[in-house]
């Protein structure tokens, strides 16, 4: 579950980040391997922080990693920053959006097996990594 300001008894093991990369009013879903945690899901181009990097270079670099496309960090937005809580831990989430000149995504194999451009009505009929659909709603400011 998602929160936008810090839940009772709040632990985060690690730090995370996403972003919401649009053209032409969608925004690019990569589909999870298989194998990967809560494979066969949709998910943000997103991932771990690594130690002494901010949030927005660690969304750059995962970017980078999943879908070949290289954003300059000055067109990379902030946009929310939420506590998330899992049975199994908590973590710090930045959610991050960037309207870039697209050129060709180029997924990386090892962790995804497709991409697609999305609207949120579409997304929400995908199988989404948890919470994506709350974080949807927060970011386009929908209801359903």
């Known amino acids: ?28 879903l990569l589909h999870r391997q298989d194998s990967s945690p809560q494979g066969n899901t949709w998910g943000l181009p997103s991932g771990k ?3 002494k990097e901010t949030p927005l270079e660690g969304i750059a670099r995962e970017i980078r990693e999943e879908t070949g496309l290289i954003i300059p ?20 989430y930045y959610i991050f959006q960037s309207t870039p000149p697209i050129s060709e995504v180029r997924i990386n194999p090892r962790e995804h097996k497709d991409f697609r451009w ?9 199988p ?10 927060l970011v386009y400011k929908r209801k359903n």
């Open 1 to 28: 579950m998602i929160y936008t300001d810090i839940p009772e008894q709040f632990k985060p093991k690690f730090e995370a980040a996403g972003c919401f990369i649009e053209n032409n009013e969608r925004f690019l």
């Open 49 to 51: 922080i690594k130690t």
């Open 73 to 92: 960090a000055a067109e990379i937005l902030p946009i929310s920053k939420v506590y998330v809580k899992f049975p199994e831990c908590d973590f710090v």
């Open 118 to 126: 999305v609207s949120a009505e579409e997304a929400f009929s995908l």
């Open 128 to 137: 989404l990594i948890t919470d994506l659909d709350a974080c949807i709603k």
